[in-house]
T-cell receptor, first 115, second 113 residues
Framework: GAVVSQHPSWVICKSGTSVKIECRSL??????MFWYRQFPKQSLMLMAT?????????EQGVEKDKFLINHASLTLSTLTVTSAHPEDSSFYIC???????????FGPGTRLLVL | AQSVTQLDSQVPVFEEAPVELRCNYS??????LFWYVQYPNQGLQLLLK??????LVESINGFEAEFNKSQTSFHLRKPSVHISDTAEYFC???????????FGKGTRLSVIA
């Protein structure tokens, strides 16, 4: 069946570095993908909507210059956390809707730890 | 816009006892409703969903949820829980179309032997 993958699954980095997270739809095309963030013991919060061929739309309070999103193809969206700081440590999850939202495929998530 | 309220943050229950995890939502448009389960340090797994039709939906591992439009609820139930059901459960709502989901804050189900 349809699957969404994320890479890497784990990343540990030093404060000030940039981290790129990839989200791929493996056997279907996704013109839209969503990026969520989950802090420990909290729920998932939508960060941004990634649109193939156009700019991403960001939720209120999410800095677009810090969380760069590129949706360069119909199967790949990337989230780059620029100049990461410890407060950016979180679980980042992407998803891709299909069948007009009847199905939402979630990636396995990327756990980011910024030291 | 949609919102989801999960009334219980934690639910402890003894093994083989029944459980109900409550979920209420609000929306000005027709929505799809979902329950996801998250085990420690893992991603989300879809448990079940309501799209249309029969208001009672079931999962393969014994969970069921009933969509109640008048009460705007989508409570999750299981008649007999197992230790392996211990996890975080998230109720989510999405408007029809390629829109993101809005999640509740989650309910931690702890099954006690």
């Amino acid at each position: 069946g349809a699957v969404v993958s994320q890479h890497p699954s784990w990343v540990i980095c030093k404060s000030g570095t940039s981290v790129k997270i990839e989200c791929r739809s493996l056997d279907f095309q996704a013109t839209t993908m969503f990026w969520y963030r989950q802090f420990p013991k909290q729920s998932l919060m939508l960060m941004a909507t990634s649109n193939e061929g156009s700019k991403a739309t960001y939720e209120q309070g999410v800095e677009k210059d810090k969380f760069l999103i590129n949706h360069a193809s119909l199967t790949l969206s990337t989230l780059t956390v620029t100049s990461a700081h410890p407060e950016d440590s979180s679980f980042y999850i992407c998803s891709a809707p299909r069948h007009s939202g009847e199905t939402q495929y979630f990636g396995p998530g990327t756990r980011l730890l910024v030291l | 816009a949609q919102s989801v309220t999960q009334l219980d943050s934690q639910v402890p229950v003894f093994e083989e006892a029944p459980v109900e995890l409550r979920c209420n939502y609000s929306s000005s448009v027709s929505v799809y409703l979902f329950w996801y389960v998250q085990y420690p340090n893992q991603g989300l797994q879809l448990l079940l969903k309501y799209l249309s039709g029969s208001t009672l939906v079931e999962s393969i591992n014994g969970f069921e949820a009933e969509f109640n439009k008048s009460q705007t609820s989508f409570h999750l139930r299981k008649p007999s829980v197992h230790i392996s059901d211990t996890a975080e459960y998230f109720c989510a709502v999405g408007a029809r179309g390629n829109t993101p989901l809005v999640f509740g804050k989650g309910t931690r189900l702890s099954v006690i032997a």
